[in-house]
Each structure stands twice: as structure tokens, then as C-alpha cells.
């Protein structure tokens, strides 16, 4: 089940993905093309994200454990 935040969000972000869907079709790429394109740059963005908050994580428990100050 998809959490009320997250649905909210994919519902605000729903219309302008259509959209950007529908201007590559219209601008002759084939639509299973553009969704296999779309998925691939969206797994792309979910691993900087998550690469990014591993890294965060990673620097906020060092200077935790480093008593406030980083050390490295």
C-alpha cells in the first residue's frame, strides 16, 4: 500500500509526466521507448538519491561519533 504522502505526490506529479511522455511520442520516439527511457532515468534518480542519503548518513554518524567535530 502507498502511503497518503506518496500518493499525493504522485498524483501532482502525474499530469506532467503524461505530458512528457506524450511530447517525445509526438516527437516520433516509440512509446516503448519512451517508457523504457523514462524508467531508466527514474532508477537513475532514486540511486543518486539514495546514494546521497547513504553518503549524509555516513558524514552525520562521523560527526557524531567524532564528539560534534568530523574526523576523518
Known amino acids: 500500500m502507498i502511503d497518503s504522502n ?3 505526490c504522485r498524483q501532482a506529479l ?13 516527437a516520433g520516439w516509440p512509446e516503448g521507448e519512451v517508457a523504457l527511457a523514462l ?3 527514474a532508477e537513475a ?3 543518486e538519491v539514495g546514494a546521497k ?3 549524509e548518513g555516513f558524514y552525520h554518524s562521523q560527526f557524531y561519533a567524532a564528539g560534534g567535530r568530523l574526523k576523518f
Not at 503524461?18 to 511530447?23: G, I, K, T, V, Y
Open 14 to 26: 502525474a499530469a506532467a509526466f503524461r505530458a512528457l511522455s506524450d511530447e517525445a511520442v509526438k
Open 6 to 8: 506518496r500518493q499525493d
Open 39 to 41: 524508467a531508466e532515468l
Open 53 to 55: 542519503a547513504i553518503v
Open 45 to 47: 534518480h532514486v540511486a
